[in-house]
């Protein structure tokens, strides 16, 4: 039982670099998104999906684009990798619905130098 | 936008200790949940609430969802080394027509003391 898998688990970027996380789920979670975690903020919500085809921003969505056109499937775009951007991310799933709490991947640990 | 405060930021346990942890926050939520994370991987999720005034268990864990909707908190008891790690509470408000995000706490970081 998979559950949320999200890809590299590590990655090292220079400025200006475009990268692509990975995250996907076998759940068939309607709802997916995507965090940020860093030291004394909590997580943060860049991007989210209600279902394929929809996607809506969070609350830190600057410099990042996702698009969902799979049920299973979200991938995270960074276009032009700033090194604000270093960060843990967290991608995570859940049922459509009151009472569907999220589940999360392992994460990615990416650094920009 | 909607924010949480979490507290204490991180505390100390010995073996056997109870611990307790709380979130408040200025706006009202119908669902609470607490989340713990380990090193190196995701937040799992510990308990749920889903009701004002709900109180659940989950083994030495309670979590209570209060009264005015707007605070939870956490308590392990008789505490063990693997329960060191962060907690999260994380608050939504769904509305029926739309599901509210997420807004999770800066977390509790729990230690074992030297």
């Known amino acids: 039982n998979a559950g949320v898998t999200q890809t590299p688990k590590f990655q090292v970027l220079k400025t200006g670099q475009s990268m692509t996380l990975q995250c996907a789920q076998d759940?068939?979670?309607?709802?997916m998104s995507w965090y940020r975690q860093d030291p004394g903020m909590g997580l943060r919500l860049i991007h989210y999906?209600?279902?394929?085809?929809?996607?809506d921003q969070g609350e830190v969505p600057n410099g990042y684009n996702v698009s969902r056109s799979t049920t299973e499937d979200f991938p995270l775009r960074l276009l032009s990798a700033a090194p604000s951007q270093t960060s843990v991310y967290f991608c995570?799933?859940?049922?459509?619905?009151?009472?569907?709490?999220?589940?999360f991947g392992n994460g990615t640990r990416l650094t920009v130098t | 936008g909607q924010q949480l405060n979490q507290s204490p930021q991180s505390m100390f346990i010995q073996e056997g200790e109870d611990v307790s942890m709380n979130c408040t926050s200025s706006?009202?939520?119908?669902?609470w949940l607490w989340y713990k994370q380990d090193p190196g991987e995701g937040p799992v999720l510990l308990i749920a609430?889903?009701?004002?005034?709900e109180l659940t268990s989950n083994g030495r864990l309670t979590a209570q969802f209060g009264i005015t909707r707007k605070d939870s908190f956490l308590n392990i008891s008789a505490s063990i080394p693997s329960d060191v790690g962060i907690y999260f509470c994380?608050?939504?408000?769904?509305?029926?027509?739309?599901?509210?995000?997420?807004?999770f706490g800066k977390g509790t970081k729990l230690s074992v003391k030297p």
């Open positions: 609430l889903y009701k004002a005034g």
């Open positions: 759940m068939n979670h309607e709802y």
């Open positions: 706006s009202i939520f119908n669902t």
């Open positions: 995570a799933s859940s049922y459509w619905g009151a009472n569907s709490p999220l589940h």
């Open positions: 999906s209600v279902g394929a085809g929809i996607t």
């Open positions: 994380a608050g939504q408000l769904w509305d029926g027509g739309s599901q509210g995000n997420l807004i």
